[in-house]
Structures are given as C-alpha cells and as structure tokens.
C-alpha cells in the first residue's frame, strides 16, 4: 500500500519543489506517468503485490523505459517524461524491497 501511496506523493513533491507556480499542472502531468500500469491489465492477476513490475508488464522493459527518454528532450513533453520516469525509479525500489531485483 505504501508503494501506491509513494506514486501520488513523490510527483505531489516533485511539483511542489520544483514547479511552485504551476504545481497543479505539473503535478497532473506527473500523475500521467501512471497511465503505463494500463499494461497491468494483460496480467493474470492484474495485481500481485509480490509481483515485480520492472521486465514483466510490456510498459515496464528496457525497450519502453529507453523511449521515455525521448520524452525528456521537448518542454513540452518533459514533464510526462519525468513522472514515467519516478513512476519506473518507483516500481524497481519496489522490487528491490521484495527482493525481486
């Protein structure tokens, strides 16, 4: 549960730090980072807690996270690029606790 909790709160901060004057919009765009965990949904289960995401979900493999580089180049697409980025930092700290990397 913690682990859901820290993909709301890191951006939350990250925002917060960072982008002061336009937090709610940066913390949205941070947020959107969430949006590669739809790859959950070709799991069976969809959730294991025990589960390491990092090389298992297609979202979630080397291929993919290097593209999400390619995000970090532009402005106007860096903030999605930062938060798939703490989103992947988030996941293979999970993975390491569970021992799974």
Avoid at 4 to 14: E, M
Avoid at 22 to 43: N, Q, Y
Avoid at 72 to 86: E, F, Q, S
Wanted: aromatic letters at 10%.
């Amino acid at each position: 549960m913690i682990h859901i909790a820290l993909h709301f709160l890191i951006p939350l901060f990250a925002a917060l730090a960072f982008y002061i004057k336009k937090w709610v919009k940066a913390f949205a765009l941070l947020l959107c980072g969430l949006l590669i965990d739809v790859d959950h949904l070709l799991a069976d289960p969809i959730y294991d807690p025990d589960r390491c995401s990092i090389g298992f979900h297609p979202l979630h493999t080397p291929i993919p996270i290097a593209l999400y580089s390619l995000l970090l180049i532009h402005p106007k697409t860096r903030l999605l690029g930062i938060g798939l980025y703490l989103h992947i930092l988030l996941d293979i700290g999970d993975c390491f606790v569970q021992g799974n990397l």
